[in-house]
């Protein structure tokens, strides 16, 4: 039942984030990588089935990345606020998702080489979560270069630099530090949450 309250928020958040976009163009792209990953979760559901906790993060990154489709990143009305009152020099919604872009990613990750087994020595998973999400947020980098190149007009607005010529180094710089709070201040609690869920299945 709940995953199917999840899957709603999701559906209804897009359809808000549709309605009105700032551009057409740039909504397709970045909510349709939202739709592709649910399809892929959706589609693998029986197979492989993630903690709670896993999923909940997976909605709060998806509504992040929605609300910056519906507004575009460098136009989110909260943080073109908080531009204003503390004197930044551009509108860092988009730093916020590409911490997202570290922080859920390592959770997913973490939770595949965990539960799959797929190291003997757990001492280089954080490691290798690490490197994980900075793969992630590098290909992601590259198809904001490729997409910026082909669309021309909207490039500025698709790769929301404001600007800042070490936009694409600080997006993955926020993306490493995201992974390694997720590593720092969540392991445990997912520990624990794997463990329920392994429970559950023997039960």
Not at 40 to 58: E, G, N, R, S
Not at 101 to 128: H, N, T, Y
Not at 134 to 160: P, Q, R
Not at 177 to 184: S, V
């Amino acid at each position: 039942m709940r995953y199917w309250i999840f899957l709603s928020i999701f559906l209804l958040v897009t359809i808000w984030s549709g309605i009105g976009a700032y551009e057409v163009g740039l909504w397709f792209l970045e909510a349709g990588m939202c739709l592709v990953g649910v399809a892929i979760l959706v589609f693998t559901f029986k197979k492989f089935q993630f903690t709670d906790m896993t999923y909940i993060f997976i909605l709060i990154h998806l509504i992040i990345l929605l609300v910056g489709a519906h507004y575009s990143y460098a136009r989110v009305p909260l943080f073109d606020w908080i531009q204003e009152v503390f004197n930044q020099s551009r509108n860092n919604y988009d730093k916020v998702g590409h911490f997202a872009q570290g922080f859920i990613p390592a959770m997913i990750a973490r939770e595949l080489l965990i539960r799959l087994d797929v190291i003997k020595k757990k001492s280089w998973i954080p490691f290798l979560v690490v490197c994980i999400c900075l793969a992630i947020s590098a290909v992601y980098e590259l198809i904001e270069w490729w997409v910026a190149l082909l669309s021309k007009d909207g490039a500025d607005d698709f790769l929301g630099m404001q600007g800042y010529e070490w936009d694409t180094q600080s997006d993955m710089f926020c993306a490493m530090i995201g992974a390694i709070c997720m590593l720092l201040f969540f392991s445990k609690l997912q520990d624990k949450q794997i463990h329920k869920l392994e429970n559950t299945k023997k039960d």
